[in-house]
């Protein structure tokens, strides 16, 4: 079976299956893929529509087909000589509901459970009431509406005899040991004398065990109907809506090891780890090894059948030991490859999905093969703005939405306000804990927990990444510049006595070793700061900067997405040479991608968003145009009114990014649904931005003025044309990008990652517009008729044009893969004219060199064509340097043709005279013997 070479990622789900999978193996051998990259394939909730609220990571989910479909999948694939890569959640798993068998079990038996320990759980809080006891935030009104209203139900399972309370789809175990409280008011003998055995549980240490004679005692009773009858009156007593029945339901509710509570109580007082701030969503302890063991058996047992060749980690940034964790599993892997079949792939691969800050190099000693490849989305999406446009497009945003803050900053306020509001109980969590290590010592015992606070809010809003890495041996130097960053603007906004708890804390969070410590207590206290720290500093920040700082500061909403550095409108060509020679040094068979599930916009609106920031001022003059023409569509509302100004630009922003070439407006069908993916992505910006709408108090009336606005936008007949000549003109810069983006990705090092769909025009949205079904169908038939991709460019809007590029250049890899998966990487000098809309590089291994030219910022240059091809003449004199070249034959992997380098130079008008970009392999050795 060949290495992993390229992959595509496929979103699985009731309504796309592994058979379903299965089915289309033959169409992406065809198009190159060496490797189907899924979504997660453990079972989790029924109806998932995309895996990651895991149930049961002990099974293969029976609604994608289960283990015999996988089965069926992997024979499939290796007929192709293709392989699998799973996403596996570590992190965290689906709890609620009532189909957690482990979350389940907690709630039942409380801290006797054996899988107490799988989760993050503080059965310590300070708050009286939660003392040994879980939080449980589901319900939809206050605690006393719900148990009054009736809405909280007693009922017996009357296969497993488990006493529960249902609320809506929630289910919440009774404990066993408090059995009795229920059956000593049964009106019959059988389920009276009952109680007492029950009872007698709360004495026993083998209570977990010894229950099952219990519950067989009871099956025996019910087999007479009069019992079961009997038990049928039982549970009437416990009638919430009864005076009588609510005081019985209460009583039985406050003697379980959880406290039922209103959902919006959740983000102030939860006592338990969760993934960001989804409640339903809960933290694993996979430090643990009984956790990572019952956690990972699957997986490394699919990986030592032969059947899995990688695992991408997901939010591993969530973890409390991220090297720790890729460290084991790396040892575990190790052990599995020693029992794989023969021909198996040698080496198994980790991806880790890891936000990587601007300037944040990704630690070397994990034992991973890289990320999941959101740097590489950053760096094409940043080279393709035009630094031309960031002034005049942000004096825009500034007067249009009269917010002032850059982007920084922005980030700073929506940090503060995520502190304060969706993640307060993680901070009051963390402020603990660091109060816990103050008091330990007699130096620091008058530290107070409120100063605590206030030097951590400030550390943590002036923190510029995701999180550090600091462990029993205190902080990696890699992390200390960043940490630092972090510590000099929070002594910026502090008073000097509580800068002076900040240098404790950082101390305290890894700056002295924890090993270090003086006894044992301090150590681990030391060691759980850390921990709780490094865990709340990452949805922090994702919270902040993705899902608010974005939706907030957007001179050009393309550069908000997730993995981007959103201070930075644009790249040179220099700085993206330099991180993908930095990649080839240090993780060069990490994933490289320009499209993900998690993306906020598709790879080719971005495309056309950055062609946008090229005509910056002719789209300021037309936003000013517009916005008064519109005057009539907004409505006054009392807050201000709707849409807000800010909102309105982005929207605009949005429109012309997503406006497909092939949609017009007189296909009133076609708008339509336009006009539906747009107002599905319209609702969950504004929440996201937290400013006239959210997630928690969404406001209707804003929202469905916003939509009223967005539709009259679309059906008026004075903008509605100018806002699709608008996006017209996009579209042969925007369809030259996103040509250029997926030359780069599937020649850069790095081993390129293709999103479902996207060999086609990706004109998608948030999610779940990204997840859409894909037309297999349609894809299928247009490369089984595809000739080569110049020949495309005549029809180009159709997206074929770019699928016959991923095909020839995943050719390419399927014939070099030495090239690509070993190949050095050298920057080219552009001299001439137009030689800053270029970028150039070689990629050499052994006799075989690869040149990549491709264009950029060209929107002026395309004048007039008809296709997204510059026209030679425009390249004028530009010329690439190959330094050391002369009499060499190149040939043009895309067109066939050969071209001779006659000196050191090339003409870019020869490079790129028959298609948007140039690649060409030679053998230089042959070429020398010649």
Known sequence: ???????????????????????????????????????????????????????????????????????????????????????????????????????????????????????????????????????????????????????????????????????????????????????????????????????????????????????????QALADPAVGQALENLLTLFDGSTRGGAIRLHDLLEQQAYRLAWWRTGAD?????????????????????????????????????????????????????????????????????????????????????????????????????????????????????????????????????????????????????????????????????????????????????????RALTALIVHFPIYRTYADDGGRPELDAPFFDQAMAGARGELSPPDAEVLAWLERWLGGEAPADAPDAEERWLRQRAITRFQQLTSPVAAKAVEDTAGYRSAALISRNDVGFDGEHFSHSPRWFHDTNAWRERHFPHGLVTTATHDH??????????????????????????????AAPLRQALPDGTAPSPGDELILYQVLLGAWPPTIERDDTDAMQRFAERLAQWQQKALREAKLRTHWLWPDEDYESACRSYLEALLASPELSPELEAAARELDLSGALNGLAQTALRLTVPGVPDLYQGCEFWDYSLVDPDNR?????VARQAALAAA?????????????????????????????????????????????GEQGERLVAFLRSHGDRQLLVVVPRLCAALLAGSEQPLVPPSCWSDTR??????????????????????????????ELLDAFPVGIYLRNRYRHRES
């Open 269 to 453: 007082a939860i006592n338990w780890r969760r993934f960001f701030d989804i409640t339903e969503l809960g933290g694993l302890r996979i430090e643990r090894p009984e956790v990572f063991e019952a956690v990972h058996a699957l997986p490394l047992r699919l990986v030592e059948q032969g059947w899995v060749d990688g695992l991408r980690v997901d939010h591993v940034d969530g973890l409390a030991d991220p090297r720790g964790y890729c460290r084991r599993l790396r040892a575990r892997l190790g052990e599995c490859q020693k029992r794989r079949p023969p021909g198996a792939v040698r080496h198994v691969a980790i991806f880790v999905e890891k936000i990587v800050a601007a300037d944040e190099p990704l630690h070397r000693d994990w034992g991973i093969d890289g990320t999941t490849g959101y740097e590489l989305m950053n760096a094409v999406s940043a080279l393709q703005h035009d630094p031309a446009g960031a002034e005049p497009l942000g004096d825009l945003w500034r007067q249009v939405s009269g917010r002032k803050e850059d982007f920084p900053t922005e980030v700073r306020l929506a940090r503060r306000e995520v502190l304060t509001t969706l993640l307060t109980s993680e901070f009051e969590t963390c402020a603990r804990a660091l109060h816990a290590v103050a008091r330990h010592s007699l130096a620091t015992r008058d530290i107070t927990l409120a100063a605590v606070r």
């Open 787 to 831: 000739s080569d991709p110049a020949a495309a460019l005549a029809h180009w809007q159709d997206g074929h044009v770019k699928q016959g590029l991923i095909a020839r250049l995943l050719g390419l890899r399927h014939d070099w893969p030495e090239l690509f998966r070993h190949g050095d990487y050298l920057p080219l000098a552009v001299e």
């Open 1 to 219: 079976m060949s290495e992993i070479r390229a992959t595509v990622r496929l979103q699985f789900h009731s309504g796309f299956t592994l058979d379903d999978a299965a089915e289309w193996v033959g169409y992406y051998a065809r198009l190159g893929i060496s490797h189907v990259y899924a979504s997660p394939l453990q079972m989790s909730r029924a109806g998932s529509p995309h895996g990651y609220d895991g149930i049961d990571p002990t099974r293969i989910d029976p609604e994608l087909g289960g283990e015999a479909a996988l089965e069926r999948l992997v024979a499939r694939l290796r007929e192709h000589d293709m392989g699998l890569i799973l996403d596996i959640v570590p992190n965290h798993v689906a709890v609620g509901g009532s189909q957690n068998p482990w979350w389940q079990d907690v709630l039942a038996w409380g801290r006797a459970s054996p899988y107490a320990g799988f989760f993050d759980i503080d059965w310590h809080s300070p708050d009286p009431l939660l003392a040994g006891k879980l939080l449980l935030p589901f319900l939809g009104i206050p605690y006393a509406d719900a148990l009054h209203g009736g809405d909280l139900v007693l009922r017996l399972d009357p296969a497993a005899l488990r006493f529960h309370v249902t609320y809506h789809e929630h289910r919440f175990p009774v404990d066993p040991r408090r059995y009795g409280d229920i059956l000593r008011l049964a009106e019959h003998a059988a389920l009276w004398d009952l109680a007492p055995r029950f009872d007698a549980l709360q004495r026993r240490d083998d209570a977990y065990t010894a229950v099952a004679e219990c519950r067989r005692e009871l099956r």
């Open 600 to 629: 906020k916009r598709g790879e080719d609106v971005r495309a056309r968003l950055a062609a946008l920031s090229e005509h910056a001022g002719a789209f300021a003059t037309r936003v000013e145009r517009w916005r008064e023409l």
């Open 772 to 776: 859409r079904p894909i037309d297999h």
């Open 880 to 909: 690439v340097y190959l330094p050391g070249e002369t009499g060499a034959a190149w040939q043009n992997v895309l067109t066939g043709t050969t071209l001779g380098v006659r000196n050191e130079h090339v003409a870019v008008e």
